[in-house]
């Protein structure tokens, strides 16, 4: 490694340089990264963050990427993942404590083995625990606000339990949107117990469900849109005769309009452009503004 920040970087966690952000996310879109870090402990990651601020070096800490649609620029900057090592799951009673890079559907699974009821609705969503608490994920009418008792968060270099009182959960929204220096690193949940054959047999029927109505076959960023008060953003993308629309390699799913795939190496330009194009198209129409679920990255 000829690059001294890299070099830097590897003392202190696995580091790997110049790797394509298309590889990191769900969407598979995206330049590529300067620097890619996976931090073992809650030491290592405030380490590699004092060092990249006393470098003046952008960063971004992700987990799987569900939610992301990255520029083709690539980003001079790093990018920490916290998906590989920040996993660990602490039952006690009702209660689960679990680290921010643990995957949310082998967490469903696992609670439901554990006969505990309460992320149920999360079974089907491909991303991480952080993730989730970020977005306030939710499906079926429920949401991870439901069942957060505290959030575990890096800010201000320090270490420190917010309460869920504090972290301002709405649709689709959290405090940590406005805050993109704090880091989601754990979260202590509060479950109900329940047979677990009850837990699992729901589960089960979601996801056939889920099978049935969603393109899971090719990339995407699940749902782009937030369903407006009242109305779902599916119908009014098939309102607007979009259903299978493309541009370039970006394409609405016929299945379900509220996903758009990435059918043909789509760049991030034809899908954001595809968007747009939804956006305006559905404002002439109806007079609703639509607004992402995804999280734009990298982008001037």
């Not at 959030?151 to 805050?179: G, N």
């Not at 299978?244 to 970006?250: K, Y």
Request: glycine share 8%.
């Amino acid at each position: 490694m000829n690059d001294e920040l890299c070099s830097e970087l590897s003392k202190i966690a696995v580091t790997v340089c110049d790797q394509s952000l298309a590889t990191m996310t769900t969407l598979r879109i995206g330049g590529r990264a300067k620097y890619v870090v996976y931090p073992e402990t809650d030491v290592a990651l405030d380490l590699i963050i004092r060092l990249l601020k006393e470098k003046n070096v952008p960063y971004k800490v992700i987990g799987k990427g569900s939610d992301l649609l990255c520029s083709d620029d690539d980003f001079n900057g790093a990018v920490i993942k916290l998906d590989r090592y920040f996993n660990d799951v602490i039952y006690n009673g009702d209660e689960i404590t679990v680290q921010a890079g643990e995957s949310i559907i082998a967490l469903a699974i696992d609670a439901a083995k554990h006969g505990l009821s309460g992320l149920e609705f999360a079974s089907g969503i491909p991303g991480t625990v952080g993730g989730t608490v970020y977005m306030n994920a939710g499906a079926y009418k429920s949401c991870m606000a439901d069942v957060i008792q505290e959030v575990f968060v890096y800010r201000d270099e320090k270490l420190e339990w917010i309460p869920a009182s504090e972290c301002e959960f709405s649709y689709r929204t959290s405090v940590f949107q406005k805050h993109p220096d704090w880091i989601i690193l754990a979260v202590r949940l509060k479950m109900t117990p329940k047979d677990a054959s009850e837990i699992q047999e729901l589960m089960e029927s979601r996801r056939t469900r889920r099978l049935a109505s969603q393109p899971l076959d090719k990339p995407s960023c699940g749902s782009v849109f937030r369903n407006p008060e009242g109305m779902n953003a599916w119908e009014l993308i098939d309102g607007i005769g979009y259903r299978g629309h493309r541009n370039g390699g970006a394409e609405v799913s016929s299945k379900h309009c509220n996903f758009i795939l990435n059918v043909d190496h789509a760049t991030a330009a034809e899908y954001l452009a595809l968007v747009q194009d939804i956006q305006a198209k559905v404002k002439e129409k109806y007079g609703v503004e639509l607004r992402t679920e995804m999280e734009k990255f990298n982008w001037k």
